[in-house]
DNA sequence: ATTTATTTTTTACGCGCGTAAAGTTTTAAT
DNA sequence: ATTAAAACTTTACGCGCGTAAAAAATAAAT
């Protein structure tokens, strides 16, 4: 590392026998100069300690490197999982990742991408809220920055979509539970604020009609996104009122399944397929936290590596294009089964 | 919200009868100046849509309004609720959070620390990664920039601490455990990555004395941030040998708990209070997850909201001073027992 | 060695705003 | 009404770098 201080480009430039346009060049493209000076240039960043100052490099520019992460929350470490994946991605292209997290609320949501714009971002990678988003506004977001959507659609905006494939993840862990015991009721929000909930309801009906079973909704009343919560609360009364007609749950997603689980546990209540276990359920998603559950929890997983991959790819891509695309590229991964304890 | 596109400070001044240093002085202080110009000035924002660019803003200013915080891990639930918390401070006082995340690399909280000082931030809130930070160079840059460190500690780096009390805590938790049955033995990990870890497990060593009972320690192989996975391997181990001079398991930490309960389970061994139950395990932090464990786990909660708010406090005391402190604070909080199920 | 293409240097201007200084207006206080 | 203080306007310069254009130097190709 380098020792002595310097004040700006144009102090290294005089240190470093290299004049300012081309390191100017340099720093915005280290590979856009002569591998000589490249390396005359590289060989005085280790004798002084210099780099340029941010605010001005990005006062001029029209485009910053920047690249804005969103995501609905934080908290939930599926999404701190798919943002940390993301955020290497972006590292290794020399772009440089902001995340911010919306908390659930549809306000903090438009609030990040206004703050994303005030950064003049070379792109944004957005996984929206989802029903509660503001859809026009983030569709106006859309048009002046180069956006892929992950995880969650909002409408068609963006110019591309990755996610995860729910008519097959749904449909084939419908298809596991039907082979091995009882077609399964499937439990979820009865207003999800997730875009996905209503696809995989759909996968769900259309899985059970494939098979020749009748579909069976459980839907549990409650708003926002403590999910465990509000699976913990209408798992109790579930098993409480004992009038299924199955006694396979499928959970929407795993959170929902983590608090079932837990209502299914206090109301004593053994889960899994042991001779003694009155019940099974089954999640969606791989939750960071599903692999540790009472018992582990069978679900199907997203493949987060990929999904994160992918997104980051295809950003990149309309980034180094530099125009809109004639087409919104849309990416669905498929799941893959995980067969754990609980069902 | 404003229609027409403003261009600069220049235009805007212009269209708004209000001189260009003035409204400079406006948005870097909405009070500093006169009430009628504010409405002026406020009006004039309804009509016309700008923002005034943040690279040219940061640019001429020292320090700008950024807030810097850093958590070791973004993917742990309590350090993305901790960060929520405090960025809700922050932007309370109209400065602008910047977060962070190391992922449990110490190469990756220095490349943060690296990142931040490029943004001349008006301060940073600092959780270290504990034992395994680069403290030199932590201490480095506590010195250039005003830092309060939270949750960990690195030396004695920063101008003001706040934590938790682990003495109380654990004390706490311990007492709790030795009036409702057996002393308790203490699960952790062999070479903790968290200082907080030493310091209970001195706690605990303490406590027991006090209260005339043999201590005794159980600690688990492992390195890294996979508690839960850690918790799991090693618990299984335990549960397995059963050689332990008590069933009463406190740990170290929630998450290590999580582990240790599905490990518990998995082996079929009931823990709780009930009759039928041949085990207790308590944590510490009142983890989100850690009220949908099977059993609901046992614990001292670590006052989320309270350490949030004195630490953007103690910053912001910082800051406005404008000067490092002649001594340097240190806040600890109590713990709050919180009884669940497990213990 | 000559030509040509590529890269670097020199020179110069501008980005949008912070901010200092001096002059003017408004407000508050007597 | 007079005076002093506070707030505002005018004017002007600078921050650190992007970037365009023309000239010079270097490298590659014949």
Redesign the interface.
Known sequence: MGDKKIKNMEEFAAVSGISRPTLSKFFNDPSSVRASTRQRIEAALDCYDY?P????I??NRRLTKNIGIIVPY????FF??I??NIEEHILGTGY?PV???S?GSPEQEIENLE?LR???PAGVLLAPLGRASDQARIATFCEEVPTVLFDASAGTSGDAFVGSNNDQSVGLIVDYLCRTGEPPAFFEMQTPTNPNAYKRRHAYLAAMERLNHTPHLIQAAGEGWEF?EIG?REGTRVVRDRNLPTNTILCSNDRLA??F??AA??AGIRVGLDEDCSMRVAGHDDH??S??????LTTVSQDYEAIARKSAEALMALIEAGQVPDSREVTLFDGRLVMR?SA
């Open positions: 780099r100052n941010l605010y001005a990005n006062q934080l908290a939930d470490p701190a999982e943002a940390r440089r995340l911010l997290g908390h703050n005030l950064l003049k465990e913990f983590i608090g689980l837990s546990y206090e960071p936290f692999r540790y559950t009472c018992p582990t304890g």
